[in-house]
């Protein structure tokens, strides 16, 4: 059983750093692809960043060179390093996990940048 359960979300200024982690059990070891995507008031969910098992990665042309998705297989951890964060980057960001014909979501995690 896939379980997802996101951290790391919360208040910052434009400019500041996040780092977004997704415990997610029962997926590595797997051939799978992991992403973060995010969903902001009123808009559809987006894709952000997704990595693969065998590391290959993609980025939303909007967060190219900003954010950074990795994994740490021994942690069975996913992250997204986010820096020089903008107030449109505002949103609830949700881990993902493909494999097979399988996709699991988890719970999300708001991240707000204001001043």
């Known amino acids: 059983q896939v379980q997802l359960v996101e951290s790391g979300g919360g208040l910052v200024q434009p400019g500041g750093s996040l780092r977004l982690s997704c415990a997610a059990s029962?997926?590595?070891?797997?051939?799978?692809?992991l992403g973060w995507y995010r969903q902001a008031p009123g808009q559809q969910r987006e894709s952000v960043a997704t990595?693969?098992?065998?590391?290959?990665?993609t980025y939303a042309d909007s967060v190219k060179g900003r954010f950074t998705i990795s994994t740490d297989n021994t942690k069975n951890t996913l992250y997204l390093q986010m820096n020089s964060l903008k107030p449109e980057d505002t949103a609830v960001y949700y881990c993902?996990?493909?494999?097979?014909?399988?996709?699991?979501w988890g719970q999300g995690t708001q991240v707000t940048v204001s001043s």
């Open positions: 993902n996990a493909k494999y097979g014909r399988n996709n699991y």
């Open positions: 029962g997926i590595f070891g797997r051939i799978y692809l």
């Open positions: 990595i693969s098992s065998g590391g290959r990665t």
